[in-house]
């Protein structure tokens, strides 16, 4: 089944404690990306990925940091988390077409985290 | 700045009443999509739009793009319980597929 999975489904920490949010794709898609999703604001990019070892900031980067080692593998990661960040995560990945063909993006479950 | 602007943001409906919502974009882009979204659950793709004048149906609902207006709009028909929930529209900017912003998103609930 075609699939973006992210762990963990729910996540209480506290403020400076360093956590990893593990995102993972079935799809051999070459494009994932990071969003956070907060009341009367939507979702908003954090970071995305066209490829291995090539990421980017989306719109709200700061304190937060990814890696693509894998191709289906995108963890996002907070170094230092603070009350801020808490919020509900999404994970999605998506095929990279180039001036042609759009595609919907597949969302993971989202995780949601509370930051105390 | 970039804006994505959708209304209502609440929306309270009788069963068998027909609505429209409305997504507004402040750039240009010929691509634009509709995302469902169940409380507690993630986004669920519904429709993709990609370029002007065009119109996807799907059941109840139904979605177009005019991207000189900048403006997409979903329409509910004959709604029913079924389609409460959270729908969001989101714009590629790029026009590469990928770069999505979204817009704040339109609860709708459906009272018997």
């Known amino acids: 089944e075609a699939q973006v999975t992210q762990n963990p489904r729910y996540l209480i920490t506290v403020t400076g404690k360093k956590l990893t949010v593990t995102c993972s794709q079935n799809?051999?898609?070459?494009?994932m990306s990071w969003y956070r999703q907060d009341p009367g604001l939507g979702l908003r990019q954090i970071y995305y990925?066209?490829?291995?070892?090539?990421?980017d900031k989306g719109d709200v980067p700061e304190g937060y940091k990814v890696s693509r080692k894998e191709k289906r593998n995108f963890p996002l990661i907070l170094e230092s988390p603070s009350p801020n960040q808490t919020s509900l995560y999404f994970c999605?990945?998506?095929?990279?077409?180039?001036?042609?063909?759009?595609?919907?993006?597949?969302f993971g479950q989202g995780t949601r985290l509370t930051v105390v | 700045e970039l804006k994505v602007e959708q209304n209502p943001l609440f929306l309270s409906m009788q069963e068998g009443k027909n609505y429209t919502i409305y997504c507004n974009y402040s750039?240009?882009?010929?691509?634009l999509y509709w995302y469902r979204q169940d409380p507690g659950k993630s986004l669920e793709s519904l429709f993709v739009?990609?370029?002007?004048?065009a119109v996807k149906q799907e059941g109840r609902l139904m979605a177009s793009l005019d991207t000189k207006a900048r403006l997409s709009t979903l329409h509910i028909t004959a709604a029913v319980h079924d389609l409460s929930a959270t729908y969001f529209c989101?714009?590629?900017?790029?026009?590469?597929?990928?770069?999505?912003?979204f817009g704040t998103g339109t609860s709708l609930t459906v009272i018997p």
């Open positions: 999605a990945s998506s095929p990279l077409y180039w001036g042609g063909i759009g595609t919907e993006a597949f």
């Open positions: 799809m051999n898609h070459e494009y």
């Open positions: 990925s066209m490829n291995v070892e090539v990421t």
């Open positions: 750039t240009t882009s010929d691509r």
């Open positions: 739009l990609l370029s002007n004048g």
């Open positions: 989101a714009v590629d900017i790029l026009n590469t597929g990928n770069q999505f912003y």
